[in-house]
C-alpha cells in the first residue's frame, strides 16, 4: 500500500512538472530569421562579392589564359597532327600535359584561396548580422530566436528577417 501511495504521489508531481513546464513554454516569447534571406538581401554580401572578384581577378586571367592555351593547343594537334613528325607530335603532348598539369596546380590553389578568403569575409558578415539578431531579441524581448529553417511552422508576424536586413544594412 505504501508503495501505491508513493506511485502516485510521484505521478502526481511528475505531471504537475510538465504542466508547469508547457505553461513556462506558453509564456516565452519566439520569433525566426530566414538567415539565406539576409545575407542575400544585405549590401555588404555584393560588396564583399565585387572586392573577392576584383581581389582575385588577375589569378583568375591567369588560368582563363591557361585554359585557351592547352584549347590552343589540342585543336593544333588535332589540326595538324597527320603531317606532324614523331618527335613534334611527342614535344607538342609534353607540352599539354605541362600546360593541364599547371592548369591543375593553379586552379587547386586559387579554389583555396578564394574559398578562404570568402569564408573569412563571410564570417565577419555573420558576426554582423548576429549581433543585429541580439540587438533586435534584447531590444523587444524575446526569449528565443530560430532560424526559420529549422522550423517547421511558424506565423508570419514571428519573423524578424526584415528587422535584421534594416539594422545590418544601416551599418554599410
Do not use: W
Not at 2 to 20: H, P, Q
Request: with cysteine; net charge positive; proline share 1%.
Amino acid at each position: 500500500m505504501k508503495k501505491f501511495i508513493k506511485t502516485i504521489a510521484c505521478t502526481a508531481v511528475a505531471s504537475s512538472l510538465l504542466l508547469a513546464g508547457s505553461v513556462m513554454a506558453a509564456d516565452q516569447k519566439i520569433a525566426v530569421v530566414n538567415f539565406q534571406e539576409v545575407m542575400g538581401k544585405i549590401p555588404q554580401t555584393a560588396s564583399i562579392m565585387q572586392s573577392l572578384e576584383a581581389e582575385f581577378k588577375d589569378d583568375k586571367a591567369v588560368l582563363v589564359q591557361l585554359e585557351k592555351d592547352m584549347k590552343y593547343y589540342q585543336e593544333k594537334q588535332k589540326r595538324d597532327g597527320s603531317l606532324m613528325s614523331e618527335k613534334e607530335k611527342e614535344d607538342l603532348q609534353t607540352q599539354i600535359a605541362t600546360l593541364y598539369q599547371e592548369y591543375q596546380a593553379k586552379g587547386k590553389a586559387f579554389q583555396k584561396a578564394t574559398g578562404l578568403r570568402k569564408n573569412e569575409e563571410t564570417n565577419k558578415i555573420i558576426a554582423l548580422v548576429r549581433q543585429a539578431i541580439d540587438n533586435i531579441a534584447a531590444k523587444e524581448e524575446y526569449d528565443l530566436v530560430l532560424e526559420q529553417q529549422a522550423v517547421v511552422f511558424s506565423k508570419p508576424e514571428t519573423s524578424i528577417t526584415a528587422k535584421v536586413v534594416k539594422q545590418v544594412s544601416k551599418l554599410n
